[in-house]
């Protein structure tokens, strides 16, 4: 029986949608250093837009928008979007594949105590974050909220560690295709403040909250995972509705059943946010302009295509 309240606890991520400049420069990108291929593409005059994956999977959608200004990393928008990956080996795999690509940026690590992330910035600024999530049975709470931190994690070291323990055992990332299981773990936003997000995000879309002890952030999830979404006002403080620029277009949440969408046109209705619905999807925007879209698991790479942004 579906709570209306909450979003389902299957609810999971996929693909995100990016507005992108160079199109076959950031398709390389990807590919390259994050394993992804290239799974279909539609043309509708200029306007040119590649998904791609791994196994099939869409992970992220590139839309090609030459004529939009830069992404203004001081407004509302994309933080990172984090992929997470099935093994340490397979993480450790793919984030040397990255290093070796001239345009990575590397931006840091981090031990997150429920997960271990290496953070990149790709060739147009966009914010990636590759990780593997400890065993939920070692994850710790404090007053009900799971426990999360940034503690140093050496990255040669971790990489001689798990390429060597992963030698020959499979499942990592090959030149043709990324790992199996690999697919967009949470999305991390920038919003202008948390008080209006926590609205739209934990009231109107049902996700629960699992960390609010920063005042600067707030991170929210579906089924007790750490986090499928998070926003924080690190660069972005007071920042109005997003103007038109390159970077994030759609954020991108799947949940199990029709009946979960009903319960979330409930709740927007009652929030009286627009949206729209067409029988398998939902499409919103939240209070800086970010579209949201939250549909059936399984939707077709056309329905990803066709996708709102």
Known sequence: MVDERIISAAAGMDAVTLQVRDLEGMSRYYSRAFAMEPIEERAEGSRVSRVLGNGGVPMVRLIKTPDLPDFDPHQAGLFHTAFLF??????????????????????????????????????????????????????TYTNGQVDMATLRLDPNAYLAKHLAAGTGRGGGATQASGPVGAHVGHVHLQVGAIAPARKFYVDALGF???????????????????????????????????????????????????????????????????????????????????AVTVSLPGASVDAVLSRKA
């Not at 690590?109 to 990149?120: C, K, P, R, W």
């Not at 147009?124 to 999530?133: A, C, R």
């Not at 699992?210 to 991170?219: G, I, R």
């Open 208 to 290: 629960e909250v699992t960390a609010d002890s920063m005042p600067s952030a707030l991170f929210t999830s579906a089924g007790g995972y750490h986090h499928h979404l998070a926003m924080n006002v690190w660069n972005s403080r007071g920042a109005g509705p997003r103007a038109a620029s390159l970077g994030l277009a759609n954020v991108a949440v799947t949940v199990p059943a029709l009946e979960d969408l009903d319960a979330l046109t409930a709740r927007l209705a009652r929030a009286k946010i627009e949206y729209s619905f067409d029988g398998q999807s939902v499409t919103t925007k939240d209070p800086w302009g970010t």
């Open 86 to 139: 099935p093994t340490q080996h397979a993480l450790a795999e793919v984030v040397f594949r990255a290093a070796q690509q001239p345009e990575t940026r590397f931006a840091g690590t981090g031990d997150h105590l429920v997960s271990e992330a290496f953070y990149f910035t790709d060739p147009e600024g966009n914010g990636v974050e590759l990780y593997y999530d400890r065993p939920r049975s070692q994850w």
